[in-house]
């Protein structure tokens, strides 16, 4: 496990894009894992500037996103896909048939969660798996309680994530409950994992991913067991490790 400490959100997407950059380069047909919400915009952003002026090849690049809302449609601008779509997929020159995202329209859910990890298996498991961590210690929509042995699954959204994410929805709109996410089972295996974590409200959450025992209550927590885990926070994220020994890399930018 490495753990990167950061003094502001850009220095931390410029590790994090990086990385993946570094990633493409070495293996230009890997498989990325792809990750919404707020934590990601930036490093997406950089990653569009890499590939506009340093021309970082996305056309042999596959995606698999961690997750979808169960009830919404590509074109609907609170899915996970118009997200992708608008933050990194439309700016490069990754192939649409390339990148997959659950589709949380279908009409057998199960069936979707079972098409998605045999996709992922068939294109030989992802090389590197972006991922934020929810106040409530979720990877992905695994809720606290998640199985560690799940593959893709169709899940119910905990109170918090539904108050987290209140915030894209339109007031009044009907927020979805429920979504179909990757499972900690997939996570686990991905060869490199590279989580982003920011804010004094991720702060208790890192600390238990990190420090506390591994718990399906604290589904990040199952990361202590990965074979290649980093984690990019900024000090507020790391506040609640004080009193532990873990080390911790200070970058700050120039
Ligand atoms: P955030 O969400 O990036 O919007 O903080 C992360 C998550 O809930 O996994």
Same mark, same amino acid.
């Given at each position: 496990?490495?753990?990167?400490?950061?003094?502001?959100?850009?220095?931390?997407? =410029?590790?994090?894009?990086?990385?993946?950059?570094?990633?493409?380069?070495? =293996?230009?047909?890997?498989?990325?894992?792809?990750? #919404?919400?707020?934590?990601?915009?930036?490093?997406?952003?950089?990653?569009?500037?890499?590939?506009?002026?340093?021309?970082?090849?996305?056309?042999?690049?596959?995606?698999?996103?961690?997750?979808? +809302?169960?009830?919404?449609?590509?074109?609907? *601008?609170?899915? +996970?896909?118009?997200?992708?779509?608008?933050?990194?997929?439309?700016?490069?020159?990754?192939?649409?048939?390339? &990148?997959?995202?659950?589709?949380?329209?279908? *009409?057998?859910?199960?069936?979707?969660?079972?098409? +998605?990890?045999?996709?992922?298996?068939?294109?030989?498991?992802?090389?590197?798996?972006?991922?934020?961590?929810?106040?409530?210690?979720?990877?992905?929509?695994? *809720?606290?309680?998640?199985?560690? &042995?799940?593959?893709?699954?169709?899940?119910?959204?905990?109170?918090?994530?539904?108050?987290?994410?209140?915030? +894209?929805?339109? #007031?009044?709109?009907?927020?979805?409950?429920?979504?179909? &996410? $990757?499972?900690?089972?997939?996570?686990?295996?991905?060869?490199?994992?590279?989580?982003?974590?920011?804010?004094?409200?991720?702060?208790?959450?890192?600390?238990? $991913?990190?420090?506390?025992?591994?718990?399906?209550?604290?589904?990040?927590?199952?990361?202590?067991?990965?074979?290649?885990? #980093?984690?990019?926070?900024?000090?507020?994220?790391?506040? =609640?490790?004080?009193?532990?020994?873990?080390?911790?890399?200070?970058?700050?930018?120039?």
């Amino acid at each position: 496990m490495r753990i990167i400490r950061t003094d502001n959100y850009d220095a931390l997407c =410029k590790i994090a894009a990086d990385i993946i950059t570094a990633q493409i380069l070495l =293996k230009p047909n890997c498989v990325l894992g792809l990750a #919404t919400g707020s934590s990601p915009v930036g490093v997406y952003k950089m990653l569009v500037q890499k590939h506009r002026d340093e021309h970082l090849d996305f056309s042999r690049v596959r995606s698999f996103n961690l997750d979808e +809302y169960v009830g919404l449609s590509p074109n609907q *601008e609170q899915s +996970y896909a118009w997200f992708m779509s608008e933050h990194l997929f439309k700016h490069i020159n990754i192939l649409p048939a390339n &990148t997959d995202i659950p589709n949380g329209i279908a *009409e057998n859910i199960q069936n979707e969660c079972d098409r +998605y990890d045999a996709k992922i298996t068939s294109c030989g498991g992802i090389d590197l798996q972006l991922l934020g961590i929810g106040q409530n210690g979720h990877i992905g929509f695994n *809720e606290p309680s998640s199985s560690f &042995t799940c593959g893709t699954n169709h899940t119910r959204l905990s109170d918090s994530t539904i108050k987290a994410n209140k915030q +894209y929805f339109e #007031t009044g709109k009907r927020i979805p409950t429920h979504a179909i &996410t $990757m499972g900690c089972r997939d996570i686990l295996q991905s060869k490199r994992a590279l989580m982003i974590a920011l804010g004094d409200n991720k702060a208790l959450a890192v600390r238990d $991913m990190l420090t506390g025992p591994i718990t399906p209550m604290v589904p990040a927590s199952i990361l202590q067991l990965h074979r290649d885990f #980093t984690l990019i926070a900024d000090g507020a994220a790391l506040s =609640k490790l004080e009193n532990h020994k873990l080390a911790v890399n200070t970058l700050t930018s120039p």
